[in-house]
């Protein structure tokens, strides 16, 4: 299986900050990484595909990049609704795998 | 709008099947264009991938589950079942089905997930 890691596992930050979520895969996956965010309670929803691309309907202020086996996601601007947990997950191969979750709570 | 709805019974004992259901609606579950999976998340953990179903009828399931998960479609309900046996309480967890895009194999739409427990 591929072991998907994140960094950091938890932050701090305030309305209007840039934050930057790192996800390393234990081998190369090309550009098969996704990007989720979950909130408590809710349906997980797709923020990024295929490392780069942004979901229809997801925020500009969410961006992701990267490759082989080191990607990030970034929002450029932290947003009160932008509190919750991401996830990363790889579709190069199966089993389907997931980063442990980044929370991102309020400072 | 496309909606997934999981349901099912909250509590399961130890050494039974766990049964749940996904009633897909918006979209019509046996389109080509997209897969459908399962997916669980213990309690406060991350995620975990255990399965998927395509329009084709295949199905590919997640090797450390494997020889317990079964995952079918009902086309004339528009549901995607969820089965596994012989649960424990390490099958204790929110189950979520998701629909697939076959296009970027990307999960693209979830519900909103079903908290399972497994306890005497």
């Known amino acids: 299986d591929i072991q998907m890691t994140q960094s950091p596992s938890s932050l701090s930050a305030s309305v209007g900050d840039r934050v930057t979520i790192t996800c390393r895969a234990s081998q190369s996956i090309a550009s098969y990484l996704n990007w989720y965010q979950h909130k408590p309670g809710k349906a997980p929803k797709l923020l990024i595909y295929?490392?780069?691309s942004l979901q229809s309907g997801a925020p500009s202020r969410f961006s992701g990049s990267g490759s082989g086996t080191d990607f990030t996601l970034t929002i450029s601007s932290l947003q009160p609704e932008d509190f919750a947990t991401y996830y990363c997950q790889q579709s190069f191969s199966t089993p389907r795998t997931f980063g442990q979750g980044t929370k991102v709570e309020i400072k | 709008q496309v909606q997934l709805q999981e349901s099912g019974p909250g509590l399961v004992k130890p050494s039974q099947t766990l049964s749940l259901t996904c009633t897909v609606s918006g979209v019509s579950i046996s389109s080509g264009g997209y897969f459908w999976s399962w997916i669980r998340q213990h309690p406060g953990k991350g995620l975990e991938w255990i399965g998927c179903?395509?329009?084709?009828?295949?199905?590919y399931y997640n090797p450390s589950l494997r020889s317990r998960v079964t995952i079918s479609v009902d086309t004339s309900k528009s549901q995607l079942s969820l089965k596994l046996s012989s649960v424990t309480a390490a099958d204790t967890a929110v189950y979520y089905c998701?629909?697939?895009?076959?296009?970027?194999?990307?999960?693209?739409?979830w519900g909103q997930g079903t908290m399972v427990t497994v306890s005497s």
């Open positions: 179903i395509y329009y084709s009828g295949n199905t």
């Open positions: 998701a629909r697939g895009e076959r296009g970027y194999d990307v999960f693209d739409i």
């Open positions: 295929a490392a780069s």
